[in-house]
């Protein structure tokens, strides 16, 4: 394979499991205790330090940049440059696609949202009718 297009494929691949821990900390039900916990000290703490600390875990886009940072010290992922500046540009092309993903994800599960949200509201009238036709 082509060095530049298994770098290439890496990196979409790669995106994958940082967008998912990155999402799954800042969005979902398994994490949201302590997610309300950072939220509450990201505003309320004293220190700006402190409460930018804490942000960072509420926050997909900034909190990806250190599931980056994690990947790249397990994986030594480099793209297009054998040295540092791989690393560097490896980083910043990994918070973007994986900041792509998230985004897609979001899209899609609003859509899912609304999907069910409809049809609870069917189920809901269905029943007011159902209702109805008995009591008569």
């Known amino acids: 394979m082509n060095p530049l297009a298994e770098q290439v494929a890496w990196l979409f691949i790669l995106a994958v499991p940082i967008s998912c821990i990155a999402w799954t900390v800042t969005h979902e039900e398994i994490f949201r205790e302590p997610r309300e916990y950072c939220i509450r000290r990201s505003k309320f703490s004293k220190s700006i330090l402190t409460r930018k600390f804490f942000y960072l875990f509420t926050c997909e886009y900034c ?19 054998p040295d540092w500046r ?47 036709m008995e009591h008569h």
């Open 63 to 81: 909190f990806s940049h250190y599931i980056v940072i994690a990947f790249l010290v397990l994986t030594h992922y480099h793209l297009l440059f």
């Open 86 to 132: 791989g690393i560097l540009i490896a980083g910043f092309a990994l918070v973007w696609v994986a900041n792509v993903y998230m985004s897609l994800f979001g899209f899609i599960r609003v859509g899912m949202k609304e999907t069910k949200m409809e049809a609870d509201i069917d189920e809901i009238k269905l029943k007011k009718i159902r209702d109805k």
